[in-house]
């Protein structure tokens, strides 16, 4: 009988052991910060490699929900839920900044342009004209301007430049972003596309386009930022990731896929969002 005692008093032990454990494991998991990121598809690739680094140091989990900057934004503002947005363009945060979804909180990580693009070697001898988007001998594709930002940034160049709905007729299609646009020249759609720059420098991207650069006067620089959202359950830990990405470690990561040119930061430190 004693022993029968024993052996019962061991199993309890063993059980309270792991139902101890288990307690523990989903008393951490419970702790665990989850945040919710709305990022346009031309900075998923930086914020991607920020984001699994601001993991490991400061025990969160961070999903990216990417798309075009217009669709995030009514995502996040139809769902209420979410904690950093990220557009492709500043004009989107000054659009919507009084529709009580962004909070006032925002910070400067680098900026981006629009280019033309060509395919490797420009093997039709495309010329950094805009006129080339109304040209008959090339096949174009644009973005549509209800969808991303590069969408939003061609209808301003093409309007200045007076040849926005000439251009849009022309085109082969109209896309939703800039993914697909450099898709658009890998499947043979396109001679030729007006896109972010900074997408051409990447892997699986710059092997199969060129860039043909515009002036700044055609194409200025487009600021890019991180807004906390106002739905946010953790504004203190993303506070702490936008500090990070506004650090030097965070800028590197950023001008390594092509956004931040050191020689310009002091330009837009000052910048009043």
Not at 60 to 73: A, F, H, P
Not at 110 to 121: D, F, W
Not at 166 to 195: C, E, F, H, P, W
Request: net charge neutral; hydrophobic share 40%; aromatic share 10%.
């Amino acid at each position: 009988m004693r022993y029968i005692i024993h052996i019962m008093f061991a199993f309890l032990i063993v059980l309270t052991g792991c139902g101890e454990q288990k307690e523990a494991k989903a008393s951490q998991a419970k702790e665990q910060p989850e945040l919710l990121f709305y990022v346009g598809i031309t900075m998923v690739k930086p914020m991607t490699e920020l984001s699994k680094r601001f993991e490991r140091t400061h025990g969160v989990k961070i999903k990216i929900l990417q798309g075009g900057s217009e669709d995030l934004y009514q995502s996040a503002k139809n769902s209420k839920a979410g904690d950093l947005y990220m557009p492709g363009s500043l004009s989107y945060r000054t659009k919507y900044l009084e529709d009580g979804v962004l909070e006032k909180d925002a910070v400067f990580v680098g900026y981006n342009r629009a280019a033309l693009m060509v395919p490797k070697g420009n093997p039709k001898g495309v010329n950094a004209n805009l006129k080339v988007l109304l040209d008959e001998r090339y096949k174009t594709v644009l973005c549509n301007p209800e969808s991303g930002s590069i969408g939003n940034e061609t209808k301003k160049i093409l309007t200045t430049a007076g040849i926005y709905n000439d251009a849009m007729a022309k085109a082969v299609y109209l896309t939703t972003d800039s993914r697909n646009l450099i898709n658009a020249i890998k499947q043979g759609d396109a001679d030729v596309i007006l896109n972010w720059r900074a997408t051409a420098f990447w892997d699986g991207n710059k092997e199969v386009v060129d860039v043909l650069d515009l002036p700044e006067a055609i194409a200025p620089k487009s600021v890019l930022v991180l807004t906390l959202l106002k739905s946010s359950r953790h504004p203190d830990t993303v506070r702490q990731f936008m500090a990070y990405a506004t650090s030097q470690e965070g800028r590197a990561v950023f001008h390594a896929f092509g956004f931040l040119n050191d020689d310009e930061l002091a330009r837009f430190d000052t910048l009043s969002f």
